[in-house]
């Protein structure tokens, strides 16, 4: 991504910098690649819910997949189109059934029973359909981090496969329910395609077999989980778009009129964020030399949170020899590490610092731990 560091030098850190041209390629990519194809693609808001970044999705045609009330809000009043609007989350709450009723969204990713219950219930006292996806929980290993792993049987979302015929038959059985199909999500940063594969074939041994039941579906959901290269992002700043959506046309066996809805988050906005830092003080010990930033865990906390590695560049040293560091944030924890044992250039107080790859899940997990600020955003 562009990083403008004239612009930089009298800016107040630490902020997120967003290379807009590059989220346009990236778009761009998307919706080439999808042409001619019965694929909707939604955009998975939690990953940046950032409005300039909503803004620029939205003019695209990409629908929005939410996972609370008021990301339903801020998808309407980013101007998503409703009818292209999915909402998942194993713990909706009656007013944000009640918004996703209202807002007449597309579907409701149903993960459980009891839920599938009460949005039928709220339909009927709104004399409205709900349209509804059952959640599978396919318990296919997504080989990403645990915490990001959400397709196996230990964790706690979507319908198990042994349960699936009774929710299936109870979707079909509630008059204020309208089953469009089945949705996956099997977890996130995936970054080898076979899981994708065995997660096509799987819906296409469920798909013949509700057909059997005489159920069909006028959609398959199959998720988002696109990984992104955090090691080389200069390299490849657009995700591997192409081959992920190749396993799905090669894969699925599509019925007529049937369509594939994907839910991208991180590999759509990933790659089109740096978190921008100021170096506020190199500390050293007796083992040790530390990079202490003005940024930490409460702007970015994938590091402390995932055990993730974000490539990082010191944008302003003029030295030319290297020295090894643990790069870390201000914050009253011992999590609050951006990286160990980190190469960089000779650095000094005042240099600024790009933490890259941090466009997804970077603003939108920021907090105000410790009583710090919200990180700034700037656009380039
Ligand atoms: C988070 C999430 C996504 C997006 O995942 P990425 O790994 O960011 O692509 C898609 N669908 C659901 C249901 C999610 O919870």
Redesign the pocket.
Known sequence: MKLPIDKFKDLRTPFYCYDLSLLRSTLKVINDEIEGYPFVV?Y?L??NANPVILNEIVKTGIGA?L?SGNEIMAAVEAGFNPTRM?Y??VGKTDWEIEAGIDNDIYCF?VESLPEMEVINEIAARKGKTAGVAI?VNPNIDAHTHRY?T?GTTDNK?GIDIPVLDEVVEKAVSLSNIHLRGL?F?I????TTLEPFRLLCEKINELVEHFEKMGVNFEMI?V?????VDYGNPEENPIAPFHEFFNVFKQGLKLRERQKVHF??????V?QCGALISRVVFVKENSIKKFVILDAGMTDLIRPALYSAHHKIVNLTSQEQEQDTYDVVGPICESSDVFSNDEKLPITHRGDLIAVLTAG??GESMASRYNMRDLPGCHFC
């Open positions: 939604h998975a939690k990953a997949d996972v999915a998942a989350g990713n959640r990001i959400t979302f949705h999500h977890g996130s940063q995936i959901d998720g988002g989980g696109l990984g839910e991208l988050g991180r590999s759509i990933a997804a899940y």
